[in-house]
């Protein structure tokens, strides 16, 4: 690689040919402030429209200040990061920015969490010259069962449109208007219901500001907790107990499973379940699913579609929904384990306990928002009572968690109840990319060979790669695997199915970044990508240390099946655990 | 033109067209078929000729007998008088306004004596809807001698060698472009004609296209040949609806003849035209715009580098040049670039189209040499300021130029020396401003176009100029503190330093501008809360002279608001709260009794 030397604020570096000024002035530990850049490096997504202005420096023999994010080095150029020309126009860029961004801080999602906000303190903005004939730019907020807009906040630092397009290839997400009145929005300024959203949530992962929030429904559990008629049970995903902790200082991929619990118990819920029950019955019928698909392939069946799909994610359900409506028979027709453990809870669990199911309220804290609305989603009701009826984030149960004077770092570690809380570490690792196919083959493979497996640990399908392929030999039998992460990469995967080109015989798709792992509803990584990796290294390590490992050998499961399913796939394993999809493709409407 | 006797030659663009010179057109063939002349005499409907003020034109051929402001219904008398009985119709004949003596041929005329027409050589001339009257002019010559007897390394070097200049304001050596993009090796390139003309008042781009389409289509194939590329795109704004017709009728033409398609003049070389339309964004004239709109993507800039030379159009190489930088090219490459060189300045050579306009008596498109000085151009070729008023201002440049004064008139026009004034060359718009214009509202004026047209995307252009134009507001209205002004300058060099592409970076010029040459008319807002030249509506006030009011009531009776009381025969009053400032007591009362305070 070519490298070139350069001088920034008086320090020589040599750097590769084609690196920015941003990234060159890291390596010499210069921090120079950006608001739009956004850069998860491990995952290869990078914004830089270079809209914002903020990362402005001087280069030596230049007319005008070069943005360095976005801006190449070249050989002999010197650079000064925090010149006094630098610094004013900063703060008037600054000035600019927050003339035109509401001051409502002391009521927003995202006080205290705001990149706009720690910017303005940053670089010492203390009043906003003009301020009192300054107009605003002003629109609709726009409310959906996932997530809000309120674009009277947004900053056109364009990385929800980055994230919707190109990371997602969703392309709900767009600017639209020119000049003053300009934001990012669907096309036509249609309410985002109205668009091709799948509510996966990258947006507001990536929103620097409180333009794009979580639709906050910490409100209704907390009324739920304070009703005596009612029996409130949680259960929480799998990415939560990684990430939760950062919400109270601890390190990215501290692992709080434990405190978490006692947390929840001292809340008020009644029971304290986990959804990582609910993952092991997933590998059950989707796992059983994929045999039965899988043999009938084998013994020479041309109707059988394969590969098979996972269904876990949401908003990887409202993709392909959307997207590839004709090919809705190839994903398993297993519900998420959300929606199963919300089944189960409110027939097996209700009957046990003798609670009848309106009186029965299921919470779910869960690392995403597409969890929201596939809640709410009508097949998941019966005669109007939602299987599971809130679905909060981890961010709002970290809200929850301090707002009960509670703290995860000083509570002690706690048990899960049963015997909706007994896991398996194949139910955890369900939080990060690859977990899901990993667990089922941990279960296919036994099922299907009758032997036990030597070496759990199928390492070939973890990892931050986008699509991931490895084949699995199935005592003789090889088995082709493909793994994507990120709706984009999905995408080319089902372009390949839908052009006949595939080899796979299964394929999970998780929607966010690295799974769930990092959902839309997890604590903001603020573009560092290594939270990820930590928070990923949590699951596994939290499924080496589980004693059981294996779904099909979960004693509670068993005890499912034996006091009420049946077997896997069995008419009753239907009717609560499977469901169906639909073609909304034409639901694009212009209003 | 070899059949006919006599040829009358109709302005066909499209400001003579909305004087309906169409319907002379058809007046005048109507007329010579009445009289049994339509096999002697040919009606021809050419491009501009640039005298606007005076249109519509009909120029009469071979006497060159140039008729100014002519009607549907002089035809007869044109015809009887000029083409039957070879007397010129007086009356139609434009008189010079010092001498006020008729002048018959244009080129005695003080509006085209100083003219060097190149760019604009076959408007008005030609019949832009048939590629024989451009071929009758050396049309398609150039692109022949091009494919016949040099190579691509020939041409470019002739072009760089000319010195010519990119003539859509940033002012590129048009050579350089042309090497950079035939550098870059790729399976296709891409020659882009930027016809999407956005400044407000100017219209040069359009005028080639509309008066001599052809004279594009030849230098695009030119530069395709010289860069290797074989696609070519014309970006023109869809307001354009005249130049997007005779351009089709053109390519169709040329494609027929050869002139465009596969193998040209025999030879390997591939070249075609198509066009793209834009919506009329004016931020789509930055050719990384140009080139997302074309792509069908959200029309706004990216950072350079990379420039389209490398990555363009669909990701491939790609030279972008304006309409008028390709409209030089053929006569350059016939003439000779040591031709060109030898006219204009050290640094900017050629002429240069200007769209002059505002308090000018000669509003019209003029083509000077580089180097001509603008107290030529605004007193000679555009005849002074309108109804005797003094000189105030110029501003060259478009929306995003600076305002020259007074003691710039004698700066030799050229690229550098603008941008030393304060301003910049711009694709070529100027507007003149007299002493009734206040450089405080002017500046608000462009600004407000500026805020409307910025595409958002970088906070100091879509946040910034809006700022702007809110605090020159205040100033206009007498709200502003001396603190204000020094706030003003630091944002506009702010938005100027940090802004994404050239809109941003050159928005601030018209405040800039007249901050440095009209600092007092700003001071006078703030401090004095008075607008010197009485535009600024919330700084004046209208009050009634008791000596001179009779109390006729007229001025009261006429007041839509009922801002005006008083008794007959008494002394009159206006109420400021009321008061609306529309002026039409003043118009209304025979006494002088009302003034503008």
């Given at each position: 690689m070519e490298k070139v030397k350069l001088t920034i604020d008086n320090k020589q570096i040599e750097v590769e040919k084609g690196t920015t000024i941003y990234k060159a002035a890291k390596q010499l530990g210069i921090d120079i402030p950006v608001l739009c850049y956004m850069n998860l490096e491990d995952l290869g997504i990078e914004n830089k429209p270079g809209g914002c202005r903020i990362c402005v420096v001087e280069v030596e023999g230049g007319r005008n200040l070069a943005p360095s994010c976005s801006t190449k080095v070249w050989d002999g150029m010197v650079v000064n990061t925090h010149s006094m020309r630098v610094i004013n126009a900063r703060r008037t860029v600054m000035e600019f920015i927050l003339s035109d961004h509401p001051k409502d801080c002391l009521t927003c999602a995202k006080s205290g969490n705001c990149e706009l906000q720690d910017m303005a303190v940053k670089l010492g903005i203390r009043e906003v010259p003009g301020e009192e004939y300054a107009e605003m730019s002003e629109y609709k907020i726009d409310f959906s069962p996932s997530l809000i807009r309120d674009l009277d906040k947004c900053i056109m630092c364009r990385r929800c449109e980055m994230m919707c397009n190109e990371f997602q290839t969703v392309g709900a997400l767009s600017a639209f208007n020119r000049g003053f009145e300009a934001a990012v929005g669907p096309a036509f300024e249609m309410d985002i219901e109205h668009s091709p959203c799948t509510y996966c949530g990258q947006c507001v992962a990536v929103c620097p500001t409180g333009a794009l929030t979580e639709k906050d429904h910490t409100r209704d559990v907390i009324n739920a907790l304070a009703d005596p008629t009612k029996t409130v049970i949680v259960q929480t995903a799998p990415a939560v107990r990684a990430a939760l902790g950062e919400e109270f200082g601890?390190?990215?991929?501290?692992?709080?499973?434990?405190?978490?619990?006692?947390?929840?118990?001292?809340?008020?819920?009644?029971?304290?379940?986990?959804?990582?029950?609910?993952?092991?019955?997933?590998?059950?019928?989707?796992?059983?699913?994929?045999?039965?698909?899988?043999?009938?392939?084998?013994?020479?069946?041309?109707?059988?579609?394969?590969?098979?799909?996972?269904?876990?994610?949401?908003?990887?359900?409202?993709?392909?929904?959307?997207?590839?409506?004709?090919?809705?028979?190839?994903?398993?027709?297993?519900?998420?384990?959300?929606?199963?453990?919300?089944s189960i809870a409110k027939t097996y669990f209700a009957d046990k306990i003798e609670v009848k199911r309106e009186d029965l309220v299921v919470v779910s804290i869960m690392p995403c928002l597409a969890k929201k609305y596939e809640a709410q989603r009508d097949e998941f009701k019966v005669d109007g009572n939602p299987d599971v009826d809130f679905s909060i984030s981890t961010r709002e149960l970290a809200h929850l968690i301090k707002e009960a004077n509670l703290d995860i770092k000083t509570l002690p570690k706690e048990e899960f109840d049963t015997p909706l809380g007994e896991s398996t570490g194949a139910g955890v690792i369900f939080g990060a990319t690859g977990g899901v196919i990993e667990a089922a083959t941990r279960t296919a493979y036994e099922l299907h060979t009758g032997k036990k497996i030597e070496n759990i640990d199928f390492k070939q399908l973890r990892g931050l790669e986008g699509i991931r392929k490895a084949t699995v030999d199935f005592d003789g039998t090889p088995i082709n695997i493909g793994i994507a992460h990120g709706l984009g990469n999905a995408r080319k995967l089902l372009e390949d199915i839908k052009a006949g080109k595939s080899e796979f015989h299964a394929i999970e798709i998780m929607s966010c970044p690295g799974g769930c792992i990092g959902g839309g509803g997890q604590p903001l990584h603020h573009s560092d990508s290594g939270i990820l990796k930590a928070r990923m290294k949590a699951i596994y390590e939290e499924d080496a240390d589980k004693p059981i490992r294996k779904s099909h050998e979960n004693p509670y499961i068993i005890k499912l099946y034996e006091e009420f399913l049946g077997k896997p796939m069995s008419e009753k394993a239907h009717h609560l655990l499977h469901t169906c999809y639909f073609d909304r493709s034409r639901k694009v409407e212009i209003s | 033109m070899t059949k006919y006797k006599m040829h009358l030659l109709v302005c066909g663009g499209t400001g003579c067209r909305a004087s309906a010179s169409d319907s002379i057109v058809e007046s005048l063939k109507q007329e010579l078929e009445n009289k049994g002349l339509s096999d002697e005499v040919q009606v021809i409907m050419t491009g501009c000729f640039g005298f606007c003020e005076k249109g519509p034109i009909v120029k009469v051929l071979p006497d060159n007998t140039f008729y100014i402001e002519v009607k549907p219904e002089d035809a007869a008398e044109l015809i009887d008088e000029h083409i039957i009985k070879g007397r010129q119709v007086k009356r139609l004949l434009y008189k010079d306004p010092e001498k006020k003596e008729s002048i018959a041929d244009s080129k005695?005329?003080?509006?085209?004596?100083?003219?060097?027409?190149?760019?604009?050589?076959?408007?008005?001339?030609?019949?832009?809807?048939?590629?024989?009257?451009?071929?009758?002019?050396?049309?398609?010559?150039?692109?022949?001698?091009?494919?016949?007897?040099?190579?691509?390394?020939?041409?470019?070097?002739?072009?760089?060698?000319?010195?010519?200049?990119?003539?859509?304001?940033?002012?590129?050596?048009?050579?350089?472009?042309?090497?950079?993009?035939?550098?870059?090796?790729?399976?296709?390139?891409?020659?882009?004609?930027?016809?999407?003309?956005?400044?407000?008042?100017?219209?040069?781009?359009?005028?080639?296209?509309?008066?001599?389409?052809?004279?594009?289509?030849?230098?695009?194939?030119?530069?395709?040949?010289?860069?290797?590329?074989?696609?070519?795109?014309?970006?023109?704004?869809?307001?354009?609806?005249?130049?997007?017709?005779?351009?089709?009728?053109?390519?169709?033409?040329?494609?027929?003849?050869?002139?465009?398609?596969?193998?040209?003049?025999?030879?390997?070389?591939?070249?075609?035209?198509?066009?793209?339309?834009?919506?009329?964004?004016?931020?789509?004239?930055?050719?990384?715009?140009?080139?997302?709109?074309?792509?069908?993507?959200?029309?706004?800039?990216?950072?350079?580098?990379?420039?389209?030379?490398?990555?363009?159009?669909?990701?491939?190489?790609?030279?972008?040049?304006?309409?008028?930088?390709?409209?030089?090219?053929p006569v350059i490459i016939n003439k000779g670039a040591n031709w060109f060189t030898k006219i204009g300045t050290e640094k900017s050579k050629g002429t240069k189209v200007f769209a002059l306009a505002g308090k000018i008596n000669n509003v019209g498109l003029i083509e000077v040499p580089m180097g001509t000085t603008l107290r030529e151009v605004i007193f000679e070729i555009g005849g002074g300021i309108k109804d005797g008023k003094k000189f105030k201002a110029v501003q060259t440049g478009g929306p995003s130029g600076g305002c020259l004064t007074e003691k710039h008139l004698d700066t030799p026009i050229d690229f550098d020396n603008l941008i030393a004034a304060g301003s910049m060359m711009g694709s070529g718009g100027m507007i003149v401003m007299d002493e009734d214009d206040c450089m405080v509202s002017v500046s608000k004026f462009y600004l407000d176009f500026t805020v409307e047209e910025s595409c958002g995307k970088c906070s100091p252009c879509r946040i910034g100029n809006k700022r702007l134009y809110e605090l020159l507001d205040q100033i206009t209205k007498g709200k502003a503190t001396m603190d204000d002004l020094q706030r003003l300058r630091n944002m506009c060099e702010v938005i100027k330093d940090t802004s994404l592409c050239g809109l941003g970076q050159t928005s601030p010029n018209p405040i800039l501008s007249t901050l440095d040459n009209f600092w007092d008319e700003y001071v006078a807002h703030i401090k004095d809360h008075k607008c010197p030249a009485g535009q600024c509506k919330d700084l004046m006030k209208y009050v009634i002279i008791e000596e001179n009011c009779v109390g006729c009531t007229a001025c009261a009776r006429v007041c839509p608001v009922g801002a005006i009381s008083g008794e007959k025969k008494q002394v009159h009053y206006i109420d400021p709260s009321i008061c609306i400032k529309c002026g039409a007591c003043i118009e209304r009362c025979k006494f002088d009794a009302i003034i503008v305070k």
């Amino acid at each position: 690689m070519e490298k070139v030397k350069l001088t920034i604020d008086n320090k020589q570096i040599e750097v590769e040919k084609g690196t920015t000024i941003y990234k060159a002035a890291k390596q010499l530990g210069i921090d120079i402030p950006v608001l739009c850049y956004m850069n998860l490096e491990d995952l290869g997504i990078e914004n830089k429209p270079g809209g914002c202005r903020i990362c402005v420096v001087e280069v030596e023999g230049g007319r005008n200040l070069a943005p360095s994010c976005s801006t190449k080095v070249w050989d002999g150029m010197v650079v000064n990061t925090h010149s006094m020309r630098v610094i004013n126009a900063r703060r008037t860029v600054m000035e600019f920015i927050l003339s035109d961004h509401p001051k409502d801080c002391l009521t927003c999602a995202k006080s205290g969490n705001c990149e706009l906000q720690d910017m303005a303190v940053k670089l010492g903005i203390r009043e906003v010259p003009g301020e009192e004939y300054a107009e605003m730019s002003e629109y609709k907020i726009d409310f959906s069962p996932s997530l809000i807009r309120d674009l009277d906040k947004c900053i056109m630092c364009r990385r929800c449109e980055m994230m919707c397009n190109e990371f997602q290839t969703v392309g709900a997400l767009s600017a639209f208007n020119r000049g003053f009145e300009a934001a990012v929005g669907p096309a036509f300024e249609m309410d985002i219901e109205h668009s091709p959203c799948t509510y996966c949530g990258q947006c507001v992962a990536v929103c620097p500001t409180g333009a794009l929030t979580e639709k906050d429904h910490t409100r209704d559990v907390i009324n739920a907790l304070a009703d005596p008629t009612k029996t409130v049970i949680v259960q929480t995903a799998p990415a939560v107990r990684a990430a939760l902790g950062e919400e109270f200082g601890l390190e990215a991929g501290s692992r709080v499973t434990g405190e978490m619990v006692a947390a929840l118990r001292r809340l008020g819920f009644d029971y304290v379940f986990d959804t990582d029950f609910a993952a092991d019955l997933t590998i059950m019928e989707e796992g059983t699913e994929l045999l039965d698909r899988l043999t009938k392939h084998l013994n020479g069946d041309k109707e059988v579609k394969l590969p098979i799909l996972t269904s876990c994610c949401p908003a990887w359900v409202s993709f392909f929904e959307h997207n590839f409506p004709e090919m809705k028979d190839i994903p398993s027709s297993a519900r998420s384990p959300q929606q199963m453990f919300g089944s189960i809870a409110k027939t097996y669990f209700a009957d046990k306990i003798e609670v009848k199911r309106e009186d029965l309220v299921v919470v779910s804290i869960m690392p995403c928002l597409a969890k929201k609305y596939e809640a709410q989603r009508d097949e998941f009701k019966v005669d109007g009572n939602p299987d599971v009826d809130f679905s909060i984030s981890t961010r709002e149960l970290a809200h929850l968690i301090k707002e009960a004077n509670l703290d995860i770092k000083t509570l002690p570690k706690e048990e899960f109840d049963t015997p909706l809380g007994e896991s398996t570490g194949a139910g955890v690792i369900f939080g990060a990319t690859g977990g899901v196919i990993e667990a089922a083959t941990r279960t296919a493979y036994e099922l299907h060979t009758g032997k036990k497996i030597e070496n759990i640990d199928f390492k070939q399908l973890r990892g931050l790669e986008g699509i991931r392929k490895a084949t699995v030999d199935f005592d003789g039998t090889p088995i082709n695997i493909g793994i994507a992460h990120g709706l984009g990469n999905a995408r080319k995967l089902l372009e390949d199915i839908k052009a006949g080109k595939s080899e796979f015989h299964a394929i999970e798709i998780m929607s966010c970044p690295g799974g769930c792992i990092g959902g839309g509803g997890q604590p903001l990584h603020h573009s560092d990508s290594g939270i990820l990796k930590a928070r990923m290294k949590a699951i596994y390590e939290e499924d080496a240390d589980k004693p059981i490992r294996k779904s099909h050998e979960n004693p509670y499961i068993i005890k499912l099946y034996e006091e009420f399913l049946g077997k896997p796939m069995s008419e009753k394993a239907h009717h609560l655990l499977h469901t169906c999809y639909f073609d909304r493709s034409r639901k694009v409407e212009i209003s | 033109m070899t059949k006919y006797k006599m040829h009358l030659l109709v302005c066909g663009g499209t400001g003579c067209r909305a004087s309906a010179s169409d319907s002379i057109v058809e007046s005048l063939k109507q007329e010579l078929e009445n009289k049994g002349l339509s096999d002697e005499v040919q009606v021809i409907m050419t491009g501009c000729f640039g005298f606007c003020e005076k249109g519509p034109i009909v120029k009469v051929l071979p006497d060159n007998t140039f008729y100014i402001e002519v009607k549907p219904e002089d035809a007869a008398e044109l015809i009887d008088e000029h083409i039957i009985k070879g007397r010129q119709v007086k009356r139609l004949l434009y008189k010079d306004p010092e001498k006020k003596e008729s002048i018959a041929d244009s080129k005695h005329m003080d509006f085209y004596k100083k003219q060097i027409r190149i760019a604009l050589r076959n408007c008005g001339f030609i019949d832009p809807e048939n590629v024989d009257e451009y071929i009758g002019r050396d049309g398609y010559m150039a692109l022949g001698k091009c494919i016949n007897e040099m190579t691509p390394q020939d041409v470019i070097q002739v072009i760089k060698d000319s010195g010519l200049r990119g003539r859509g304001g940033g002012g590129f050596p048009a050579g350089l472009k042309w090497e950079i993009a035939s550098k870059n090796d790729a399976d296709q390139k891409y020659v882009v004609c930027n016809a999407d003309e956005g400044d407000p008042g100017a219209f040069m781009d359009r005028s080639i296209l509309e008066g001599d389409p052809h004279a594009v289509l030849e230098a695009m194939a030119i530069c395709g040949y010289a860069t290797n590329a074989t696609k070519g795109l014309i970006y023109i704004r869809a307001e354009y609806p005249l130049a997007i017709k005779r351009l089709k009728i053109a390519i169709d033409q040329a494609r027929e003849y050869g002139l465009l398609g596969k193998n040209i003049f025999g030879s390997d070389f591939e070249f075609d035209v198509e066009m793209r339309y834009g919506a009329g964004a004016f931020v789509c004239g930055e050719e990384t715009a140009l080139i997302h709109s074309m792509e069908g993507l959200r029309g706004e800039p990216t950072i350079k580098p990379p420039y389209p030379a490398e990555s363009g159009y669909l990701g491939k190489p790609t030279n972008v040049n304006n309409v008028e930088t390709f409209a030089n090219v053929p006569v350059i490459i016939n003439k000779g670039a040591n031709w060109f060189t030898k006219i204009g300045t050290e640094k900017s050579k050629g002429t240069k189209v200007f769209a002059l306009a505002g308090k000018i008596n000669n509003v019209g498109l003029i083509e000077v040499p580089m180097g001509t000085t603008l107290r030529e151009v605004i007193f000679e070729i555009g005849g002074g300021i309108k109804d005797g008023k003094k000189f105030k201002a110029v501003q060259t440049g478009g929306p995003s130029g600076g305002c020259l004064t007074e003691k710039h008139l004698d700066t030799p026009i050229d690229f550098d020396n603008l941008i030393a004034a304060g301003s910049m060359m711009g694709s070529g718009g100027m507007i003149v401003m007299d002493e009734d214009d206040c450089m405080v509202s002017v500046s608000k004026f462009y600004l407000d176009f500026t805020v409307e047209e910025s595409c958002g995307k970088c906070s100091p252009c879509r946040i910034g100029n809006k700022r702007l134009y809110e605090l020159l507001d205040q100033i206009t209205k007498g709200k502003a503190t001396m603190d204000d002004l020094q706030r003003l300058r630091n944002m506009c060099e702010v938005i100027k330093d940090t802004s994404l592409c050239g809109l941003g970076q050159t928005s601030p010029n018209p405040i800039l501008s007249t901050l440095d040459n009209f600092w007092d008319e700003y001071v006078a807002h703030i401090k004095d809360h008075k607008c010197p030249a009485g535009q600024c509506k919330d700084l004046m006030k209208y009050v009634i002279i008791e000596e001179n009011c009779v109390g006729c009531t007229a001025c009261a009776r006429v007041c839509p608001v009922g801002a005006i009381s008083g008794e007959k025969k008494q002394v009159h009053y206006i109420d400021p709260s009321i008061c609306i400032k529309c002026g039409a007591c003043i118009e209304r009362c025979k006494f002088d009794a009302i003034i503008v305070k």
